[in-house]
């Protein structure tokens, strides 16, 4: 079983849909939970940034995380075009440790 | 800020050949990381290091990889003999001292044919 799985996608709804993205995780030491955003020949940018279990909200995103289930989500509400990306979860058990990323899910927003 | 800098952004090179990746981290930053990513196996972490001592390199695949951080400013990864397998988006990446945000480079692109 791998750290950490995410469905590869490509997941594609229309503008305006509620968007949910989700990750799994093996390792109970994980407290620092990450979202990032790519676009196609870019670098990942850091778009949600997580301590334990909880939510936390900024402007259309939401992160929650579940810690007794392994489980993390990224909502994203009002969808546009400009968010069809990969959206990549990532974790550590340390702030300052290298991250543990899943493949990523291919997000596509139907204008 | 220039964010982190990577260079060549595109390197096509045949196989055998040595290849050296170069990153500037942020002004400040004291953590380096670099990465590589490829269809199969998504972002997988190489090596990083803190205050330019290397922390963890148990994700550098063989021997024939190498990284090294001479300054706060400066670090590459080195490729000698490079393989195709070794075909793979590398990124370089660093943070500060709160270790809250970790930045990402744009990349080097490379191919070995």
């Known amino acids: 079983q791998k750290e950490v799985e995410q469905d590869p996608g490509p997941l594609s709804v229309p503008e305006g849909a509620i968007v949910s993205l989700n990750c799994t995780y093996s390792?109970?030491?994980?407290?620092?939970f990450m979202w990032y955003r790519q676009y196609s020949r870019k670098g990942p940018e850091l778009l949600m940034y997580?301590?334990?279990?909880g939510n936390k909200e900024d402007g259309r995103f939401t992160a929650q995380v579940d810690k007794s289930s392994k489980y993390i989500s990224l909502f994203i509400r009002d969808s546009q075009p400009s968010d069809s990306a990969t959206y990549l979860c990532?974790?550590?058990?340390?702030?300052?440790?290298?991250?543990?990323f899943g493949k990523g899910t291919h997000l596509i927003i139907q204008p | 800020d220039a964010g982190v800098i990577q260079s060549p952004r595109h390197e096509v090179t045949e196989m055998g050949q040595e290849v050296t990746l170069r990153c500037k981290p942020i002004?400040?930053?004291?953590?380096l990381f670099w990465y590589r990513q490829t269809m199969m196996r998504g972002l997988e972490l190489l090596i990083y290091?803190?205050?330019?001592?290397?922390?963890?390199d148990s994700g550098m695949p063989e021997d024939r990889f190498s990284a090294k951080m001479p300054n706060a400013s400066f670090s590459t990864l080195k490729i000698q003999p490079s393989e195709p397998r070794d075909s793979a988006v590398y990124f370089c990446?660093?943070?500060?001292?709160?270790?809250?945000?970790?930045?990402f480079g744009e990349g080097s692109w490379l191919t070995v044919v």
């Open positions: 990446a660093s943070t500060g001292q709160a270790g809250n945000t970790i930045y």
């Open positions: 390792n109970s030491a994980f407290q620092y």
């Open positions: 290091f803190n205050n330019n001592v290397p922390i963890d």
């Open positions: 002004s400040g930053h004291n953590s």
């Open positions: 997580t301590y334990s279990s």
């Open positions: 990532a974790m550590s058990p340390l702030s300052a440790d290298g991250l543990t």
